[in-house]
């Protein structure tokens, strides 16, 4: 048996002096050293104590050493758990706790503060220059490693996602999850050997990971690969790029400079864009400035991408396209019956990239996906007579901020502690830059006025920074209907211009 995922994507390189990455500054790296790099890491896990089906904790800059390490997970059989480098260490500890890794490894500048996070297991670190006791500890062993045999149903990896209550969930994708879809993506958008991918985009999220490293490791062509989006660093190296995944945000941001013009993007021959929104008139604006229509797409977490709009045809603003090839979509009304084209209801998905449920989480796993293979995606959506998907909002309350999962109950506990606050409401509003804003509305108690930079202030240690609200505002009481419950959409459309002009 082989290991499935990592024979994929790198089997194929091993000797390879084709550029991999190409890095904003420094030497390129061809696909032969980072297939030996993994190697080396690979080894370095097994003797740390790593086993099949270990779980491998990753809170770390990107760097092509993150990358590596990444594959060296995959290829010793281990599940790689991947984190967003805003997380606070109070919030590493949920993690940690929860998915028992075996192995931590973090940014040199994190592991002061390792007592916050209490690793169970050996804790090891790696920094955005590639240096670190991970590094130092690799540098002892072989490059060759025989990959451990996985099979298509075996874990790759864990990614937290938001949960219903607030408690984060690990959605488990297994090797066949990520491997038939980066395939499905690599003729979808026509990727070949040939692609230089712009990329941009962190490599903790399935978009930067397994969407576009995946597919551009498993067509051979090379990245060019950023630590960060910079527009001034993107608008210099767009010339060498034929491609460029994005965020709404990427796009928006290189429309507010001069010198982002039709003939800088000449050579490219595909924008997409996902994690949150593009509005329609950031598409229609593009399109003039560029002659380039972007490609938007629906991905989630628990299943990769599930549409697109067309390669070759029409990409219509507004819509994510069409259920790519092998991943079916409907949408299903409350009483549990499909509706017709056209009306509003739960988008449902099934397919090979739907994941395999939540770890540790049996009832809410059964609770979003059937036994039939039907995943409740929570996104609310309808068909049109041409087939294109459109997405008109979400039947949770997750707010969607620069591409980041943002569940309010989280954020709403912790603000409903300080002083002066009866209660308080956290929404997402539309933002030009990030899809979506954190909002929180905040209901007065009677001894206290709640002061909003001071709440703002009280969550900064406390939460990721793209969880905290960018605006508080303080009401008298928060609206609710004859149940009781807090009208989130009457709050919604109450706020919808905050972030206006």
């Known amino acids: 048996m082989s290991n499935m995922l990592f024979d994929a994507l790198m089997d194929q390189h091993a000797g390879s002096v084709r550029d991999c990455l190409i890095p904003g500054d420094g030497p390129r790296i061809s696909y032969d050293e980072i297939y030996r790099l993994s190697g080396r890491l690979a080894n370095l896990l097994l003797a740390e104590g790593v086993s099949p089906g270990d779980r491998v904790a990753v809170q770390v800059e990107k760097s092509p050493q993150a990358l590596a390490l990444y594959l060296a997970a995959i290829r010793a ?12 260490p109070a919030e590493i500890a949920y993690f940690v706790e929860d998915a028992q890794p075996a192995l931590v490894v973090c940014d040199p500048a994190r592991e002061a503060r390792r007592t916050e996070f209490r690793p169970q297991g050996k ?9 670190g006791s991970l590094m130092d500890a690799a540098a002892a062993y072989r490059d060759d490693h025989a990959p451990v045999a996985r099979s298509g149903s075996d874990l790759a990896a864990i990614l937290y996602t938001s949960g219903t209550t607030g408690r984060s969930k690990g959605a488990m994708l297994s090797h066949d999850n990520l491997l038939s879809n980066a395939r499905t993506l690599v003729d979808a958008w026509r990727f070949s050997a040939d692609d230089v991918l712009l990329h941009a985009l962190p490599i903790f999220h399935t978009h930067g990971l397994f969407v576009a490293s ?17 527009a001034a660093q993107v608008i210099g190296l767009l010339p060498q790029a034929s491609s460029m995944m994005g965020v709404p945000t990427f796009y928006t941001r290189l429309l ?18 996902g994690s949150a929104p593009l509005l329609a008139e950031t598409h229609r604006e593009f399109e003039a400035r560029t002659g380039h229509r972007i490609l938007e797409r629906y991905g989630m977490t628990e299943t990769n991408m599930n549409t697109s709009n067309p390669y070759e045809g029409e990409r219509r603003a507004g819509t994510v396209g069409f259920p790519l090839p092998g991943v079916e979509l409907r949408i299903m ?46 996104d609310l959506g309808l068909i049109d007579a041409q087939g294109y998907v459109s997405i008109v909002g979400r039947g949770k309350d997750l707010i969607i901020s620069g591409g980041f999962n943002i569940y309010p109950k989280e954020v709403e506990l912790l603000i409903d502690e300080m002083p002066g606050v009866l209660e308080s409401a956290v929404i997402g509003v539309p933002h030009p830059d990030f899809g979506e804003g954190v909002v929180a509305v905040v209901a007065r108690g009677r001894d206290v006025e709640p002061d909003p930079q001071a709440i703002i202030g009280g969550l900064a240690d406390r939460l990721a920074k793209f969880k905290q609200p960018k605006k508080v505002i303080v009401v008298d009481e928060l609206p609710r209907n004859a149940m009781g419950k807090v009208q989130k959409a009457e709050l919604r459309a109450r706020h919808e211009g905050l972030f206006a002009g």
């Open 77 to 88: 059989g281990a599940v790689f758990l991947p984190l967003n480098t805003a997380y606070t």
């Open 123 to 131: 804790l090891l670190t790696l920094g955005a220059d590639g240096n």
């Open 214 to 230: 995946n597919v551009l490791m498993l067509a051979g062509g090379a990245m060019i690969w950023l630590p960060k989006f910079d």
């Open 256 to 273: 507010d400079r001069d010198d982002f013009t039709r003939d800088l993007v000449s050579g490219m021959r595909l924008f997409t864009s």
């Open 333 to 378: 009304g409350e009483e549990g019956a499909e509706l017709p084209q056209g009306e509003i209801g739960m988008i449902e998905v099934r397919g090979s990239n739907v994941f395999q449920g939540y770890w540790r989480m049996p009832e809410k796993t059964a609770e979003e996906l059937g036994a039939d293979g039907w995943f409740k995606t929570g």
